[in-house]
């Protein structure tokens, strides 16, 4: 059997196989609510194979969304729109996870294919940004974020805890803390975009002391026998990225002895200037290195297409799942195909009865 279809248990959660659907964005929610779009779309991907799937970036206030068309989960109104997607997808075998996250900055823009700019000001359906810092993402911008007070960080760690309530309300069983993409806990981390005098900036572990009391506000309401995850920005491609990954080692274990069950490896993307080296499967050592100098488990995403690559991953010892976006979005049953190609044994099994039945013995 190829390792990329052997399950993985963590805590009191065991997917039935190593392939995780990662969060994507979908905006196509109102007032943060979820609708007919995304019963249908994660009901696709569920039914498709997949061991996991993460629901896409969901806000833990009204200004935390990227877009007005962002998912969220800051009112108990929210949860039984949530409550029918992990439904759906745990009806198709897969366990069910939410990323839950906060924009910063990044808040408060079109969707990117409308250009992904801020909304105009006098926009009725624009907000005020906030950050660590009044600091612009492009550089000399007029949107500038204003900078949170000590208030407002306590009261943002006590909106994730309450959104991390809801989902487990609403049946989910995987949570994903959305710390990566320059997003709000990211800009708290990077020296580059950090420059407060306060007990939040400076040191690292003044920088990491957001993340840190996020997880602790989280761990009141998170169930301890379910994965309490991260996505990490590990590194900033900028001229020392080295530097950047260091210190990511350590938050890392720092978050794991708050404890942090597991790391999905991303980017930092904290400012527009990194230059990322992109390419087939390049933050896979990235992610080796988190797994063998953290002693968590990992996954990563990023450019993996390949089954028996991903499956190489797994029993080289580098990850212990993978995740995919894009390519689940080209072929939603790629799992199958997946299976075929490493020789498993009745491939279409990983897939629902009513799929499975009509492609036993299949060639095409």
């Not at 052997?6 to 009191?12: A, G, Q, S």
């Not at 911008?141 to 805890?161: G, K, L, S, W």
Request: some cysteine; charged content about 20%; aromatic content about 10%.
């Amino acid at each position: 059997m190829p390792t990329l279809f052997t399950p993985f248990t963590l805590k009191d959660v065991t997917l039935r196989n190593r392939i995780a659907a990662s969060p994507m964005c979908q905006y196509q929610a109102q007032d943060g609510f979820l609708n007919d779009w995304h019963h249908t779309h994660y009901a696709m991907l569920a039914r498709g194979g997949v061991g996991l799937l993460v629901v896409e970036a969901t806000a833990v206030s009204p200004e935390g969304r990227i877009t007005p068309g962002d998912a969220g989960l800051w009112s108990d109104a929210h949860i039984d729109g949530f409550a029918d997607v992990a439904t759906v997808i745990k009806q198709a075998g897969a366990v069910p996870g939410i990323q839950l996250g906060h924009a910063g900055r990044k808040a408060g823009c079109t969707p990117p294919w409308q250009g992904g700019a801020p909304l105009e000001r006098n926009d009725p359906q624009a907000w005020e940004p906030v950050a660590p810092s009044a600091l612009p993402f492009i550089p000399g911008d007029a949107y500038v974020p204003r900078e949170m007070t000590q208030e407002d960080i306590q009261q943002t760690c006590e909106n994730f805890a309450s959104a991390a309530r809801r989902a487990v309300d609403a049946g989910f069983k995987w949570l994903e803390l959305h710390f990566a993409h320059g997003f709000l806990a990211q800009s708290f981390l990077s020296s580059h975009t950090n420059m407060r005098t306060d007990e939040y900036g400076g040191s690292l572990e003044n920088r990491a002391r957001f993340l840190l009391e996020t997880v602790a506000a989280i761990k009141k309401v998170w169930p301890e026998n379910l994965p309490l995850t991260v996505r990490l920005g590990v590194v900033e491609f900028d001229a020392s990225p080295e530097h950047s990954f260091s210190e990511s080692l350590q938050v890392i274990r720092w978050l794991k002895a708050a404890g942090v069950d597991f790391v999905d490896v991303g980017l930092a993307l904290s400012t527009p200037s990194e230059q990322v080296p992109w390419a087939p499967n390049f933050m896979v050592p990235y992610a080796e290195r988190v797994r063998r100098e953290t002693g968590l488990p990992v996954a990563t995403s990023w450019m993996i297409t390949r089954a028996t690559d991903a499956d190489a991953f797994i029993q080289d010892g580098k990850l212990d799942v993978v995740f995919f976006a894009r390519t689940l979005l080209t072929h939603p049953h790629w799992p199958f195909l997946a299976a075929r190609e490493l020789n498993v044994s009745q491939p279409e099994t990983v897939l629902p009865m009513p799929y499975a039945y009509w492609l036993q013995n299949s060639a095409g």
